[in-house]
């Protein structure tokens, strides 16, 4: 029992007329201009947005510059991870003063990170050199790569982290 096809019936001839149609559209598409050009989508979308993000630019800190940027009195949040700052203001809420990461505000967050402990001696005080980092174990190493990963993926990143007294 084959099926067969017949221009002879409605159904078929209007099936045949409406895919010739849709294949011309597509082989000669419509090249006239709109007559108006859209401003507004009808949801309200503006085309411009309200304002426009700070601009944040790619800066060396030491660790004596980048103390200020704790979050204190409403400020930017920085911290770094090896070496690399991120500007992590949008995550206030657990960057900032009260939050529970809020120690790593303005400093070196690596060792913290990479050991998954929150502890104030995690930090290196920052008038002295660089945490060398040298004693991590490997999965602690992974840790640091996952959180920089992480933060690389959700945080600006602003700069670079490097000793007090080098250039």
């Not at 949801?43 to 060396?60: D, E, R």
């Not at 009195?73 to 009260?98: K, M, Q």
């Not at 490997?138 to 600006?156: A, C, L, R, T, V």
């Amino acid at each position: 029992m084959g099926l067969s096809f017949d221009l002879g019936t409605p159904v078929n001839t209007a099936l045949l007329l409406y895919i010739l149609y849709s294949v011309q559209r597509i082989i000669f598409p419509s090249t006239s201009a709109p007559k108006t050009i859209p401003n507004e989508f009808k949801a309200g979308y503006s085309w411009m947005p309200k304002a426009h993000p700070p601009t944040v630019l790619f800066k060396t800190f030491t660790p004596k510059t980048l103390e200020p940027f704790n979050g204190k009195d409403g400020g930017r949040i920085l911290l770094a991870i090896n070496g690399i700052v991120f500007d992590v203001t949008a995550g206030r809420n657990f960057y900032g003063p009260n939050g529970m990461y809020g120690n790593f505000a303005g400093r070196d967050a690596s060792r913290g990170m990479a050991k998954q402990s929150f502890d104030l001696e995690m930090l290196t005080p920052v008038d002295e050199q660089l945490d060398s980092l040298t004693d991590l174990k490997p999965d602690e190493i992974d840790n640091m790569k996952g959180w920089i990963e992480h933060f690389s993926n959700k945080y600006i990143v602003c700069g670079k982290l490097i000793n007090n007294d080098a250039n």
